[in-house]
């Protein structure tokens, strides 16, 4: 699933390369995808990241907003327009013709400048809503979403941790406790502050506290320069990848000797995810 990183990295480009560009014409496929006609003619004004959610802000008070979920993302290219219903868009920019990833097209916008924004969902569970910008802005679930952790101050992220009683990778997992991690720079985040995914939370020391923040903080800007992370799905919007999966420290590490001390990397399964860890630089 898209992180942070990843999601930073498409709203950036999307500033840098959309801006002031007016929606032409808009293709769905999926029913849930509504309000689409106060889209066209619309121009694009600013693109923002709250937490993982992608936020189109659009002229006339107007914007949709997405989700990338678990295999989505968007591209920035060229598709041939559906004429009819039942046909899909077949990519012309050389990413969307040849990679099998980019080729699950389900939403597209016609930009008056003739590029196309497509968003690619494999396995269709991203999410886009449509609609007047300030419900968009006011929307439950982003009232869900706690601070993201590049901006939580250390005080907030502390109290917020060790009012948990549940295991630390749980928690930071949490988007209501702290936004925009994942499980690739959870692995990494708990692996650099030599905390064991399983410590209960609200048993954690300070230091080891004040360590999760600061390591957590700096793998995530790290990532974000690198990026982000494409070990799975993710592309940027030009369809290439990102370059933090080859500096990660841990995550789908299984098997590896641990750069630290030697020892080999376990994998355990928490809450149903796979988490990678050094039974000796991780002691429980």
Known sequence: MPELPEVETVVRDLNRLVLRAKVKRVWLDVPKFKAVENLVG???????????????????????????????????????????????????????ATEPINRFIHFLLELDDKRMVGFSDMRKFGRVEFGELDEILNHAALKK???????????DFKERVLKRKRNIYQTLLDQSVVAGLGNIYVNDTLYKA?????????????????????????????????????????????GEKGNYGAVRLIYGRKGEKCKKCGTIIEKIK????????CKECQKI
Request: net charge positive.
């Open 270 to 277: 928490i809450g149903g995810r796979s988490v990678c860890y």
């Open 42 to 96: 619309r121009k694009i004004l600013k693109v923002e990241r709250r937490a993982k959610y992608i936020i189109f802000h659009l002229d006339k008070n107007k914007g949709f907003m997405l989700h990338l979920k678990m295999t989505g993302h968007l591209l920035l290219g060229k598709w041939s327009w559906p004429k009819k219903v039942g046909e899909k868009p077949v990519g012309i920019s050389p990413f969307a």
């Open 194 to 238: 030599k905390v064991h995914p399983k410590r209960l939370a609200n048993q954690l020391s300070s230091l080891e506290i004040k360590r999760l923040y600061e390591c957590g903080r700096e793998i995530l800007n790290k990532a974000i320069k690198l990026r982000g992370t494409s070990v799975d799905d993710f592309r940027d919007l030009e």
């Open 145 to 155: 979403m706690a601070t993201d952790l590049i901006f939580m101050d250390f005080v």
